[in-house]
């Protein structure tokens, strides 16, 4: 998320001053034949997981190897602008996608190859399909925070309550709807974000704030105990808990930032970019990506094949998504840059 940045694709379509030309100078992701397709995304973690749970057996259904590689946003749009796509398919922050669509980077997702009634509802959009639930959520320090943690997010931003520093996220996207419920906006009315009021709710606690600025940094921070609590990737705190770090975390008013499977506008070879997602997104797969990362699939098929327990502790579960919030891609699409300005202007007063 997953990892998630909608200013960065994962997670800068905007303002990156760097030039086509320099960015097709990159070392180029070349295909040694028709029998390979290029798969490009945010690395780490979720690439491992894509490996196992869909390049291998697509490889295997197809025979066609999957190349991998970064999916920095700016040299999607290089590529795009030059017509000198060298992807086929690109994983993308939700809102990095919808940002991508509005630009007219992608192409528009061909339903007839894709199943779009076999998804949640609005996870299928024109030109990018949602492809997980992965939330940011509220962690916390179980050193630190010995007793009952914070039951939400408001019970977070009490400074009488609870001692010590807050982990925040250094971005508009995601913190501003997080302080916003911080201040009593139910999860699902916080859409059209009153940016005023959520900066507001954040002046309550600025004197305590952690600023952190990658999911690595956001995680180690709560671990090693630099903070008492945080907002973080899902993804990031999952782990260290089962391995026994001294974290945990919970989905109560989780915002959910998701992943998407999108086409760049001028791939060379649509309808086999098309049966990729198509593929990547059956139930079998979804599953198998779920068990691997702590991600909740969006393939109806996927979710009624869930063990009972897997699906009470996941993103999937109706129960569980209603008591957090679906984040409003494009929204932030249409808004991203001058929310941004604004957020970043009440950082720097100081």
């Known amino acids: ?23 097709l100078a990159a070392p180029r992701i070349v295909r040694a034949a028709d029998s390979q397709m290029v798969v490009v995304s945010s690395g780490g973690a979720l690439e491992d997981a894509y490996r196992e749970a869909i390049y291998k057996p697509w490889t295997q259904k197809t025979g066609i190897q999957v190349v991998t590689g970064p999916n920095a946003a700016a040299k999607l749009k290089a590529m795009v602008e030059a017509k000198a796509v060298e992807w086929d398919v690109a994983q993308l922050d939700a809102a990095a996608a919808a940002m991508a669509a509005r630009q007219g980077l992608l192409e528009k997702l061909d339903y007839s190859v894709i199943d779009r009634n076999g998804v949640l509802e609005g996870m ?10 992965a939330g940011t959520v509220l962690s916390w320090n179980t050193d630190r925070l010995k007793g009952t943690p914070p039951a939400n997010w408001a019970e ?7 001692s010590g520093s807050r982990g925040i996220l250094k971005r508009a996207s995601q913190t501003l709807e997080i302080a916003l419920m911080a201040d009593g906006v139910a999860p699902d009315k916080l859409y059209p974000l009153d940016v005023p009021r959520a900066l507001h709710s954040l002046e309550k606690i600025k004197t305590q704030i952690y600023w952190w600025d990658s999911g690595a940094q956001g995680a180690q921070i709560i671990i090693d105990g630099d903070v008492s609590m ?7 705190v999952d782990g260290p808990k089962t391995t026994g770090a001294k974290v945990d ?7 959910y930032a998701s992943d998407s499977w999108a086409v760049p506008k001028g ?8 049966e990729f997602i198509a593929f990547a997104m059956q139930g079998p797969q979804q599953l198998a990506y779920s068990k691997l990362l702590p991600y909740g699939p969006v393939s109806k098929a996927a979710i009624s094949m ?4 897997q699906l009470a502790h996941s993103p999937s579960s109706p129960e569980v998504l209603a008591r957090g919030a679906k ?24």
């Open 306 to 309: 869930m063990d009972p327990a």
């Open 124 to 133: 299928a959009r024109d030109y990018y399909i949602v492809s997980d639930l």
């Open 267 to 274: 791939a060379k070879d649509l309808k086999r970019s098309m």
């Open 1 to 23: 998320m997953s990892h998630r940045n909608i200013t960065t694709s994962r997670r800068r379509l905007l303002g990156t001053g760097l030039g086509a030309a320099t960015l």
């Open 230 to 236: 945080a907002m973080e990737w899902q993804g990031r």
């Open 327 to 350: 984040m409003n891609f494009e929204w932030w699409a249409e808004n991203n840059e001058k929310v941004s300005d604004q957020f970043n202007r009440w950082v720097l007063a100081g």
């Open 249 to 255: 975390y919970h989905l109560n008013q989780a915002l």
């Open 156 to 162: 977070a931003w009490d400074l009488k309550k609870f």
